[in-house]
């Protein structure tokens, strides 16, 4: 929570500055930042980057599967982040592979830009190789904007 805690603290400063015409180079550094913690699900890009680190690794990926979005509410009031508006995207992944393989999948998941949780991950041995369950959270920030519309302001979910 921490890590969103201060991505989410990150781009609300870059986005103050960008409001105010401070900083120049504001949009790089947002879009450095949503890369980690995008302003919506992505889920095509989910599902490219799971391929991608099947690909790598020599393993077969059988299915990628999500759920509904849920808004993520289980923390203090003093972590300050209902602010925020976080979200999770389960996702369930089956995949088949060695044992060796199937851990560096865990560890490409754990170091990749975007922020997930593994939350739960089961693994039986077939024949030849394993194969592993896993449900992982996708983070995502869905943020509340303000628009102009003919003078009046209109709120604008994204």
């Known amino acids: 929570m921490n890590k969103i805690k201060d991505l989410n603290f990150k781009i609300k400063i870059l986005e103050e500055k960008k409001n105010s015409n401070i900083y120049e180079n504001y949009s790089d550094e947002l879009i450095k930042l949503s890369l980690y913690i995008p ?22 990926l059988y299915s990628v599967d999500f759920s509904s979005p849920y808004e993520i509410k289980n923390y203090s009031k003093s972590d300050n982040i209902n602010v925020m508006n976080l979200y999770a995207i ?7 592979g060695s044992y060796e393989n199937l851990c560096n999948f865990i560890k490409c998941c754990e ?16 024949e030849q190789s394993y194969i592993a369950h896993l449900q992982i959270l996708y983070y995502y920030l869905k943020s509340v904007e303000v628009e102009e519309d ?6 604008v979910n994204n």
Do not use: A, M, Y
């Open 39 to 60: 302003k919506s699900e992505d889920n095509s890009k989910i599902i490219n980057r799971l391929k991608s680190f099947c690909e790598t690794l020599s393993l077969t």
């Open 90 to 96: 389960p996702v369930d992944v089956e995949i088949k």
């Open 111 to 126: 170091e990749d830009e975007r922020i997930c949780q593994i939350k739960s991950l089961d693994i039986k041995r077939n």
């Open 150 to 155: 003919f003078g009046s302001d209109n709120l």
